[in-house]
């Protein structure tokens, strides 16, 4: 493992063990559950932000256009109540893939910074759900059943949409690793200009990345219908951005570009998703939790810029 | 040199822009949705009242509006529906606009804004009462009759000219406390999944669930702990989640709050225990249906809240009119309602908490 990647860890064991110490049911296979949920949403966004990012780019509508994607869903399963599960998913992925594009027509060929362009559909594509659902919520009673089961049945232990997480994952593990366009996202990310002198399309594998994420986001707003079981025009996807970026910036990603990597992303997220839990079952006040939460985030990545330093300065002198 | 330059820039340029989108998205969607809120609810309620024959006084057709917390919440749609009806019978124009959050000072600008386009009364759930009593004293000095619903303007009552509350906190309280008690046969632990920390009427009852717990019919059931899901879903179902991992026996949970409620459900459906934890609260039958038929949750309460905005309908034409004389003590007819009665700073009671199970809820629409 790289080094990037142990700073992380070893906070993520820490924290583990500061909180079994407080709460020793932390460790109980129940709540291990209750986290290993808790997170396949935000890995599946986190899978494209890792992408965008290491473009040297960034994506803020990622909440919006899950949202999007998950209201018109919604409300499709709402005046049609036999209307197939996976036909209902693979439309809010194809919601969630011309959104994308949308922003990836905006970075690329009009060349709006990308955080101007995406903070700008972050605005739309949020009123688009007001438009869309007239300020009506999609309720626990107009989502089909066998989508809720989803969250809570599977072939194996895992439940389904932990293994949608792990694939889109694995998938996107493999295509920065191992195919040509993947390595052109570290490339442009690392120097645009080089990256061009080289033959590289930025525009077309810039626009590609965006597009993905938007179809993971759309992915992630079917989970959020499956796991919450409702989906709410003002809260749903509202504010993911921000725990998207964390957990990416947290898992090691350079937020300039050209570095960082899935499993570290990875890390980012279990640890938000340990955090979470952990002031939730840590009794701790209520009106403290929030502030933590900020803490705790900044001293993950203290720990681990400081333990990637020494690692280095190691490295370095063994060198010598 | 330039480009090394011009990197760093970019960095600074990136983060500030980061902080400034955090902190403008919620100014940003109020003013999205007081477009999509304010035509989508004029439009199709303005007409409401145009079939009846009954005007106001002279003929004159009353503009009431209503301007709740915030949009896409079913629960003031309910408000709204018995707004409407009032409406019909009454034959006022009715509107609503509301900001997409509920924070503090959201609804200001609307209250201004709906004074400037010469309503005759505004019905507010206000969102704050320190903050938006000053727009409402504004207000009520250009004789525009002001009506809170659902939640008052503690400790600014000269604000507004009546405050309509849907019953009284210590009833609220009792009655969560009976319901826990019936389903859990008196005895065991529970806990309390609220909203916010600061919730004003989720605090007040869960002070006289307190109270009531002292009461020796009570004695063996206990309250372990309290918990604040901000009445955010995601926060609501990860503070019962924990819960269920905090207090293996556990066996009930009060959620005094619509989402809280539909949230704790949803966990306590997801991990089969609805047999061993009981999930009772206040929610709306609408939303809550699912988990009633299938078992999840057998019993929960709520007041009903187009009963709320009726009557708020029937209190402003009759102030406007002059039939209705706000003073403690005073009792006034409510149309289908009936009798109902201003007590203490004006404030008018809508009735004891309904209880909803498997054989009545399909009667109820909100």
Partial sequence: MRFREIGILVFLVILAGATTVREPRFLSAKNLTDILLDIPLLMVVAMGMTMIILSRNIDLSVGSTLGLSAIIVGFIFKSNPNFPVWAGAIIGILVGLLLGALNGILVTWLRVPAIIATLGTLNVFRGLVFVVSG??????????????????????QLPWIVIFAVLVTIATHLFLRYTRTGREIYAIGSSPKAARLRGIQVEKVVFLAFTLTGGFAGL??????????????????????????????IGGTNILGGSGSVPGTVLGCLLLGVINNALVITNLSAFWQLAIYGVVILIAVAVDSLIRRQLERAAVDQTR | MTGKYSRRLFLTLGFTSLIVSGCEKGN??????????????TTTNTSAGTGSNEGGAGGKKYKIV????????????????????????????????????????????????????????IIITPNSPEVTARALKEVMAKKIRVITVDADLTGHEDSRDAGILPTDAKTTGQSLVELMSGLTGGKGDFAILSATTDAPNQNQ????????????KYKDLKLVDTVYGNDDSQKSQRETEALLTKYPNLRGIVAPTSVGIKAAAQVVEGHKVADKVQVTGLGLPSEMRRFVKNGTVK???????SDMGYLAGQIAVGLLKGDIKAAPGTTFK??????HKFGDKNVVITGPPLVFDQANIDQFKF
């Fill in chain 2, 334 to 339: 409510a149309g289908s309602l009936g009798e």
């Fill in chain 1, 220 to 249: 992630a707003g079917i989970m959020y219908a499956s796991r919450y079981g409702f989906i709410n025009p003002l809260t749903t996807g509202a504010g993911l951005e921000l725990s998207v970026i964390a957990a990416t910036i």
């Fill in chain 2, 299 to 305: 019993k929960f309460a709520l007041w009903n809240p």
């Fill in chain 2, 205 to 216: 009852w869960i002070k006289y669930m307190k109270d009531t717990l002292q009461g020796p």
């Fill in chain 2, 28 to 41: 940003q969607n109020t003013t999205t949705d007081t477009s999509s809120g304010s035509s989508s609810g």
């Fill in chain 1, 135 to 156: 300020g009506q919520e999609v309720g626990a009673n107009d989502i089909p059943p066998s989508l809720i089961e989803l969250s809570r049945t599977s072939p194996i």
């Fill in chain 2, 66 to 121: 209503y301007i709740p917390k915030n949009t896409g919440n079913p629960y003031f749609g309910a408000v709204e529906d018995g707004l409407k009806k009032a409406a019909t019978e009454l034959g006022y124009e009715y509107s609503s606009v509301a900001p997409a959050t509920a924070d503090a000072g959201a609804q200001i600008p609307f209250i201004k804004e709906q004074a400037q386009r010469g309503v005759d009364a």
